[in-house]
């Protein structure tokens, strides 16, 4: 049965963020899993279907004459946004989609190493390997072993994979499946010592992050903008450095090819583009959530701050980083209870029961032959949702005493409002 725990009666008032009731969720279930799919705001949502309704009225006027000013103002916009120029960037459908790209322009050879992380993201792990097995590249996969003290380990254990072969590194800047940190700008700073190319893979970063791709100086960023910048799926980019500018191109070949990676991405054939032109207005949404246009992203970062701590005291288990936050965004990563996995046969047969029996979505993922549970932190969410899925997975472990939420929730939202203040 649902766990009955409440949450103190004034958690939710106090931290319910202004943009909360823009989103369609529905209310039976605790979402903590925006870090996935993302959820789209319903603002944004009309302006999409405001564009689609414009495109079907004169679809040659829309897509043949004006797309192509259309196209470069969201991604003069965009760049902005990001800290880079709008000639370097492409827009593309998803981050994997950005790698893909990076994948397909490097003229590859025969014994060519490819660096990536243990903690990297499943479907990069296996575009890395479609290239080995068609250039006869290798995959070398840096382990990262787990808790980290610092950023300083995960940099240590990437420049100690390079060597003479090494043509490529692929790093994440928040991994996906740990929801770490990771210190890309060290990195790369690494990779250009020893004349290697550095990709970073910034799935999660923009909307999260307080980002500046130029600065970063790797030669590709990319990243998605449906996840915390809540723009419509099918939306990312693909920033190109000037020195690999001139021959990344796109996954798909089409009209523009030879005009610029801009160009090229902007039209790959015939699409949908309502999503793409609904970027700025997501980006206006984001930046509406306070004072200052980062306040959101402040807002969720020290949200999960907070739930990461008091989710490692309620199951009284050790952190996968330092318990400051400095290596955690706005999703972070908590080893279960011993008694989940004693319980369930697999990660994934409990993930089903935490959602059909307490109606909580969140992610279990079996890393390292642990399971963990990954949470995410977004303006809908409030501490109570955190307090609410520490009390439930304490007694699906068979827990009691002191553990779960037990003597927790007064002090934990003292300690929440404590966190969030000035957010």
Same mark, same amino acid.
């Given at each position: 049965?649902?766990?009955?725990?409440?949450?103190?009666?004034?958690?939710?008032?106090?931290?319910?963020?202004?943009?909360?009731?823009?989103?369609?969720?529905?209310?039976?279930?605790?979402?903590?899993?925006?870090?996935?799919?993302?959820?789209?705001?319903?603002?944004?949502?009309?302006?999409?279907?405001?564009?689609?309704?414009?495109?079907?009225?004169?679809?040659?006027?829309?897509?043949?004459?004006?797309?192509?000013?259309?196209?470069?103002?969201?991604?003069?916009?965009?760049?902005?946004?990001?800290?880079?120029?709008?000639?370097?960037?492409?827009?593309?459908?998803?981050?994997?989609?950005?790698?893909?790209?990076?994948?397909?322009?490097?003229?590859?050879?025969?014994?060519?190493?490819?660096?990536?992380?243990?903690?990297?993201?499943?479907?990069?792990?296996?575009?890395?390997?479609?290239?080995?097995?068609?250039?006869?590249?290798?995959?070398?996969?840096?382990?990262?072993?787990?808790?980290?003290?610092?950023?300083?380990?995960?940099?240590?254990?990437?420049?100690?994979?390079?060597?003479?072969?090494?043509?490529?590194?692929?790093?994440?800047?928040?991994?996906? /499946?740990? *929801?770490?940190?990771?210190?890309?700008?060290? #990195? &790369?700073?690494?990779?250009? @010592?020893?004349?290697? !190319? %550095?990709?970073?893979?910034?799935?999660?970063?923009?909307?999260?992050?307080?980002?500046?791709?130029?600065?970063?100086?790797?030669?590709?960023?990319?990243?998605?903008?449906?996840?915390?910048?809540?723009?419509?799926?099918?939306?990312?980019?693909?920033?190109?450095?000037?020195?690999?500018?001139?021959?990344?191109?796109?996954?798909?070949?089409?009209?523009?090819?030879?005009?610029?990676?801009?160009?090229?991405?902007?039209?790959?054939?015939?699409?949908?583009?309502?999503?793409?032109?609904?970027?700025?207005?997501?980006?206006?949404?984001?930046?509406?959530?306070? /004072?200052? *246009?980062?306040?959101?992203?402040?807002?969720? #970062? &020290?949200?999960?701050?907070? @739930?990461?701590?008091? !989710? %490692?005291?309620?199951?009284?288990?050790?952190?996968?980083?330092?318990?400051?936050?400095?290596?955690?965004?706005?999703?972070?990563?908590?080893?279960?209870?011993?008694?989940?996995?004693?319980?369930?046969?697999?990660?994934?047969?409990?993930?089903?029961?935490?959602?059909?029996?307490?109606?909580?979505?969140?992610?279990?993922?079996?890393?390292?032959?642990?399971?963990?549970?990954?949470?995410?932190?977004?303006?809908?969410?409030?501490?109570?949702?955190?307090?609410?899925?520490?009390?439930?997975?304490?007694?699906?472990?068979?827990?009691?005493?002191?553990?779960?939420?037990?003597?927790?929730?007064?002090?934990?939202?003292?300690? &929440?409002?404590?966190?969030?203040?000035?957010?």
């Amino acid at each position: 049965m649902a766990t009955t725990f409440i949450p103190p009666t004034d958690s939710a008032a106090a931290f319910r963020s202004p943009l909360a009731d823009s989103f369609s969720l529905s209310q039976e279930v605790v979402f903590l899993n925006h870090g996935s799919f993302g959820s789209v705001p319903k603002p944004v949502s009309a302006v999409q279907q405001a564009f689609l309704a414009e495109i079907e009225a004169q679809p040659v006027e829309m897509l043949a004459r004006k797309m192509p000013a259309r196209l470069l103002a969201v991604r003069e916009r965009l760049a902005a946004f990001l800290g880079t120029h709008p000639e370097r960037m492409g827009l593309v459908t998803n981050a994997t989609a950005g790698v893909g790209s990076v994948l397909r322009s490097i003229d590859w050879r025969k014994g060519d190493q490819i660096i990536l992380s243990n903690h990297g993201y499943n479907a990069v792990r296996q575009a890395v390997q479609a290239q080995c097995e068609r250039f006869g590249c290798e995959a070398v996969v840096v382990d990262i072993p787990l808790p980290l003290r610092g950023p300083d380990e995960v940099r240590r254990r990437f420049r100690g994979a390079i060597n003479a072969r090494t043509r490529l590194v692929i790093v994440d800047h928040i991994t996906s /499946p740990t *929801a770490l940190r990771f210190p890309v700008a060290e #990195i &790369a700073a690494d990779c250009r @010592a020893a004349r290697v !190319l %550095c990709l970073v893979d910034g799935a999660h970063a923009p909307g999260m992050l307080d980002l500046d791709v130029d600065s970063i100086d790797c030669d590709w960023y990319t990243g998605n903008l449906h996840k915390w910048v809540c723009a419509p799926r099918g939306c990312a980019f693909l920033v190109a450095n000037p020195r690999v500018l001139p021959w990344t191109h796109p996954e798909t070949t089409s009209h523009p090819y030879g005009n610029g990676l801009a160009l090229e991405a902007d039209w790959q054939g015939t699409r949908d583009f309502s999503a793409w032109l609904s970027i700025p207005a997501a980006l206006d949404f984001i930046a509406s959530g306070g /004072p200052s *246009a980062s306040s959101l992203a402040r807002r969720n #970062i &020290a949200l999960a701050r907070w @739930a990461h701590e008091m !989710l %490692c005291g309620a199951w009284h288990v050790e952190p996968l980083s330092p318990l400051d936050g400095a290596m955690l965004g706005s999703m972070a990563t908590v080893p279960l209870p011993a008694g989940t996995r004693s319980r369930f046969a697999s990660a994934s047969e409990y993930q089903a029961h935490v959602y059909a029996t307490h109606r909580i979505e969140a992610p279990i993922i079996d890393w390292g032959g642990r399971w963990h549970l990954r949470v995410s932190a977004q303006a809908y969410n409030t501490p109570q949702d955190y307090l609410l899925l520490a009390g439930a997975v304490w007694a699906d472990a068979g827990g009691s005493g002191t553990g779960g939420t037990a003597g927790v929730g007064t002090e934990a939202a003292a300690a &929440a409002r404590a966190c969030l203040k000035g957010t």
